[in-house]
């Protein structure tokens, strides 16, 4: 094991307290930390990281009460101009589906996902009905691309 994957282990398993006070009851501090660690161990660009930006990242993964598992979230590393790399936490599809429907404001929704140019039609369960366009290049009734 390299000894920057030793450090930043070390340091998540220190943090764990913080992730705890931050996850919501329904995840287990054990298991965030684990997928965080997991995380760590798979993407070596992470190992690069900034630390501050990457014990903060894991933070607020923590905070949305998502797990930085590829599904629900992952964290991502970005260069900056200076040449330091830097962590990100990204929500991902899964990640936010789980949030709406945990939030129990909405009742039912559905997803499906519309690439630039491709043609499609869309039809609301009344007699609002869209005539087939382009994406990308027609606004329909303040809904944009």
Do not use: C
Not at 24 to 40: D, G, I, Q, S, Y
Not at 72 to 91: H, L, N, S
């Amino acid at each position: 094991m390299s000894t920057a994957l030793v450090e930043i282990r070390s340091a998540v398993e220190k943090m764990a307290p913080q992730f705890k006070a931050a996850l919501p009851a329904h995840v287990p501090v054990e298991r965030f930390v684990r997928t965080t660690l997991t995380a760590v161990q798979t993407n070596q660009a992470l190992l690069d990281a900034d630390r501050r930006t990457l014990f903060a990242t894991a933070t607020k993964a923590a905070q949305t009460g998502l797990l930085p598992d590829g599904r629900e979230g992952a964290i991502v590393t970005f260069r900056r101009k200076d040449g330091t790399v830097e962590a990100q936490w990204m929500p991902m599809v899964a990640g936010i589906m789980k949030l709406v429907r945990n939030s129990g404001e909405i009742s039912t929704w559905s997803v499906q996902a519309v690439y630039e140019n491709d043609t499609f039609d869309f039809e609301l369960g009344d007699p609002s009905h869209l005539d087939s366009v382009i994406a990308g290049i027609k606004q329909i009734d303040g809904i944009y691309d």
